[in-house]
């Protein structure tokens, strides 16, 4: 509490400014509590360490090969629940150089009979490995639409840094994949299926 | 404007009103108090009366008594009904009933506001417990209700689950306001803050503890309400949420929490202690710094309970380093109330025998705590019977002794009788046992791999599990004699003196026993 005029001989403590307070500080840490939400996102982004990759990287000179090293990257595919759509790697696993832009498809295929979107979530690990791994395309960026009955394959590229923490052999990329319901006319425009 | 004269113009005592409407519409401080712990010690036989279902289930491999859906209700409800029902109210109504006496003040600072914040209890609870009778069953999702469990698979109850949390949430920190606004603005002239005595300091940091993370328990399950109800995606994957961003939330919450469910206790025992071993409590001052140190670091520690959900190593350094410094002032304290008993003249009423063995066995709980604190291992122990052996050694040895022991230390204040020691002592050592028999053989249990939460085991876990049953139920019906003896101690008995404990200090054992609802009067400038 802040300290009292002196003029004023010993003026007793007013509550209303104790709860004024004190509300205050109720308020602010309810504002905090949803202040973690956005917070939680940046300092993941910053530090990757929730495994969440980042958005489409848009390399800014042609970076040299690193032709010494070789990173195995091997891709896993899952449904999330409820989701009746075939989803999986074409390819398990490919050895990459740092530095070289590698392109991998991605299978799908919606057997039910009505037309589908999905949303595919990206996940690395090690989460340590998150901030030199970059996708400068990707199926995930957009949602997917996919007529019923339909198959498409949906294309990856991406760049493993040079600057990869030298321990690190072997990065996993996982996709889960969500149901986002039906399509709707606006969506079906961004399509970038039919590629490779 | 003078609050305190206010305060007094609004208190027109004429004697209580009659009836029901004198606990309905009561603004005594001495009243609300009497409640709180009347409602809380409810509150602690229907938590018990599930944990009694759970250990009757797990008295044997095997299901025989409940199915896993209504077994998961019960793990769920035993929680949130023992940390929200029975420990926190029974804190505030200790505060309402000792601070004003301790202080020297005439009442709480806000004594409407304090007949509100008890009143929300009850809704509250009758809210939650009421889920239990609902379609689809209560809450199952243990007492940390982790998204997507609560939300995605909850159960329709779910909402009233929430509501019921935001109802109590309130009612805390309208308790935790007029702690802050009694200590600050009410205590007798002369008495600085570190002439306090410690019950008063530790309530009023736990106050502090209690508006610092409310609000933010409030925010994680509007958050939730969001996503189950309005198509938010705070928690949702699917969504671009993140289901480790709740339990972050949560711990933020959470960890807080469980200082606010021991800090009270430490300030009580502080008292006790130095009471029945005739000497002055040891290093006052060290205590109030140690309370200190624990509730800022309870800001810094939360993420020891996710050690498993994936944190980076840097993080599980920090966190590991943080919360074994929180042994340090937690060391302190016991240290301290070794020392006072050092050489002192003790004696063993009940009250003792209640602190001695908190003293005790808080420390086995806290030990505990360091071995789950150690990041490596942690990720054998994560989620076992260990964690379960861990937080009752702090929580029933710790707050609910504590609880115990403040009881019978101020039940001849409260009721102006002495209470029967022969029972009490009876009580305590059904007590010590039958707690030491449920819940030591879970640290066997855990480091030997039972899973918690799960209605079934392995057969190699059978004998523990049955001790700890046996051990849970001698606990558990050990407790209706304190209700025998609070009922005969508030019927009558022995006339206790102003001052009881002959080694006690403090304002409260100069005020004479007055009729409950008498106001005492305004210190004099």
Excluded at chain 1, 125 to 148: I, R, V
Excluded at chain 2, 164 to 173: L, Q, Y
Excluded at chain 2, 360 to 376: C, E, K, Q, V
């Amino acid at each position: 509490m802040a300290e009292q005029p002196a003029h004023k001989p010993a003026p007793p403590r007013s509550n209303a400014r104790v709860i004024r307070w004190c509300l205050a500080g109720v308020v602010g840490m309810f504002a905090f509590g949803f202040a973690l939400v956005p917070l939680y996102d940046v300092f993941c982004d910053i530090t990757g360490i929730n495994g969440k990759t980042s958005g489409r990287y848009e390399s800014t000179e042609a970076s040299a090969v690193d032709m010494n090293r070789t990173v195995k990257v091997q891709f896993l595919a899952q449904n999330g629940p409820d989701m009746p759509w075939v989803f999986r790697p074409v390819l398990r696993s490919v050895e990459v150089h740092p530095g070289e832009a590698t392109t991998v498809n991605f299978y799908a295929e919606n057997p039910t009979d009505r037309d589908m979107v999905g949303q595919a979530v990206p996940s690395l690990s090690p989460s340590e490995g998150t901030l030199y791994f970059h996708k400068t395309e990707c199926f995930c960026f957009n949602q997917q639409p996919l007529a019923a009955g339909q198959n498409t394959k949906m294309p990856l590229v991406f760049i493993v840094d040079q600057d990869l923490p030298s321990h690190i052999t072997k990065l996993t990329l996982s996709y889960t994949l969500y149901d986002q319901g039906e399509p709707q006319v606006a969506l079906t425009n961004t399509t970038i299926i039919d590629n490779g | 404007m003078s609050a305190v004269a206010d305060t007094h113009a609004q208190d027109h005592h004429h004697g209580p009103a009659s009836g029901i409407s004198r606990w309905l519409l009561t603004t005594n401080h001495k009243d609300i108090g009497t409640m709180y712990l009347i409602f809380s010690f409810t509150m602690f036989l229907l938590g018990g009366t599930m944990a009694m279902v759970i250990r009757a289930e797990l008295f044997q491999p095997g299901l025989q008594i409940v199915q896993p859906e209504f077994f998961n209700q019960m793990t769920t409800m035993h929680g949130l009904i023992m940390v929200f029902g029975a420990v926190m109210p029974a804190f505030v109504g200790l505060a309402n009933w000792m601070i004003p006496l301790m202080i020297g003040a005439p009442d709480m600072a806000l004594p409407r506001m304090n007949n509100w914040s008890f009143w929300l209890l009850p809704c509250a609870f009758l809210i939650l417990v009421s889920t239990l009778f609902m379609e689809g069953g209560a809450p199952n999702f243990g007492w940390t209700f982790y998204a997507p469990l609560s939300t995605t698979y909850g159960p329709p109850s779910t909402t009233f689950f929430i509501f019921a949390i935001h109802i109590m949430g309130v009612s805390s920190i309208m308790g935790a306001i007029n702690v802050i606004a009694t200590v600050l603005n009410m205590r007798a002239p002369g008495m600085t803050l570190m002439k306090m005595p410690m019950f008063v300091w530790t309530w009023l940091i736990t106050a502090f503890l209690l508006i610092a993370v409310m609000p933010v328990l409030a925010g994680v399950v509007t958050m939730m309400l969001m996503d189950i109800n309005f198509g938010t995606s705070f928690f949702n994957a699917a969504g671009g949420g993140d289901p480790v961003l709740f339990q972050h939330v949560f711990w933020f919450f959470g960890h807080p929490e469980v200082y606010i469910m021991i800090l009270p206790a430490f300030g009580a025992i502080s008292h006790i202690i130095p009471a029945f071993s005739r000497k002055r409590l040891f290093g006052y001052a060290s205590m109030v710094y140690a309370v200190g140190a624990i509730a800022l670091l309870s800001f810094l520690v939360w993420a020891h309970h996710m050690f498993t959900v994936g944190v980076p190593v840097a993080g599980q350094l920090f966190f590991m380093y943080a919360t074994l410094l929180i042994a340090v002032p937690t060391g302190v304290k016991v240290f301290n109330w070794v020392a006072t008993m050092f050489r002192g003249s003790l004696t063993f009423e009940a009250p003792m025998l209640f602190a001695i063995a908190f003293v005790i066995l808080f420390s086995i709980g806290g030990f505990s705590g360091l071995m789950l604190a150690i990041a490596p291992a942690d990720f054998q122990y994560h989620d076992t019977y260990f964690v379960v052996a861990h937080f009752h050694y702090v929580l029933v040895p710790g707050a609910i002794f504590g609880i115990f022991a403040s009881a019978y230390f101020w039940l001849p204040k409260w009721t102006g009788h002495m209470y029967d020691e022969t029972l009490a002592k009876t009580h305590f050592w059904l007590s010590f046992i039958g707690m030491n028999l449920a819940f030591f053989p879970m640290h066997f249990l855990g480091l030997a791999g039972m899973p918690r939460r799960i209605p079934d085991y392995a057969l190699q876990f059978a004998d523990f599990n049955m001790v700890s049953s046996v051990g849970a139920f001698m606990f558990g019906s050990t407790q209706l004699l304190f209700l025998l003896i609070v009922v005969k101690c508030a019927r009558g008995g022995e006339k206790a003196p102003a001052n009881p404990w002959d080694g006690a200090e403090g304002l409260s054992g100069k005020y004479p026993h007055r009729r409950p609802t008498t106001p005492f009067p305004l210190p004099q400038k």
